[in-house]
C-alpha cells in the first residue's frame, strides 16, 4: 500500500507542474485528461481489482509523458528540441514517445485483466489479441486527435501535432504497435511472477 501512495504522490506532483502555465490550455486539457480519467477510474475499481506493482509503476510513467506533453505541447518539448536541432531532424519527435507509451503501457493493463479474469483459456491467443487491443486503441485515439483538429480549427492543431508528417497518423500507430510487441517480450515474465505473488497473498 506504502508503494502505491507513494506512485500517487508523485502523479499529483508531477500533474501540479503541468498545470502550472502550460504552453496552451486548451492543449493541456486534452493531453492529461486521459491521465485524469484513468485515476478514477483506478480509485473507483480499486477494491474490485487491485493491479500488479508493476503495472501501477507503468500507468505512472504514461501518464507523466502525458503531462510532460501537456505543459509543453508534444511538438515543443525543450528536450526534444534540442536533440531535433543537434541531430538534424525536421521535428520533435516527443510525441513518437508518448504513443511508443500508448501500446507499451496498455499491453501490460490489458494483459493482466485477460489473465486474471480468465477471459481467454490458454495463452496461444493471448499476445495476439493484446496487440491487437492495443492497436485498436490507437486508432481509436487518432480518430480522437482528427475529430478534435476538424472541431475545433487551430486550437486543436497542437493535439494533432503531426508537425507536417503526411505520415504522423501511420508512423504512429506502428510505434504504438511495436511498443506493445517489445512489452510482451520484454516484462510477460515479470507480469507473471507478481500476478502469481499478489494472488498468493490475498
Known sequence: MKYKLTLLFIFIIVFAWSAISPKDQFTWFLEVFPALTGLLILAFTYRKFKFTDLTYTLILVHCCILFVGGHYTYAEVPLFDWIRDSLGHTRNNYDKIGHFAQGFVPAIIIREIL????????????????????????????????????????????????????????????????????????????????????????
Do not use: P
Not at 495476439?128 to 480522437?144: D, G, M, N, P
Not at 515474465?189 to 507478481?194: E, L, S, V, W
Open 115 to 202: 489473465i486474471r479474469k480468465q477471459v481467454i483459456q490458454g495463452k496461444g491467443w493471448l499476445n495476439f489479441v493484446i496487440v491487437s487491443i492495443c492497436l485498436a486503441i490507437s486508432a481509436v485515439y487518432e480518430f480522437l486527435e482528427w475529430f478534435v483538429s476538424l472541431a475545433t480549427g487551430e486550437a486543436g492543431d497542437s493535439f494533432l501535432g503531426t508537425q507536417g508528417d503526411i505520415w504522423d497518423t501511420q508512423s504512429d500507430m506502428l510505434i504504438a504497435t511495436i511498443g506493445a510487441i517489445l512489452s510482451l517480450a520484454l516484462l510477460s515474465k515479470m507480469d507473471d511472477r507478481q500476478i502469481k505473488s499478489s494472488h498468493s497473498t490475498t
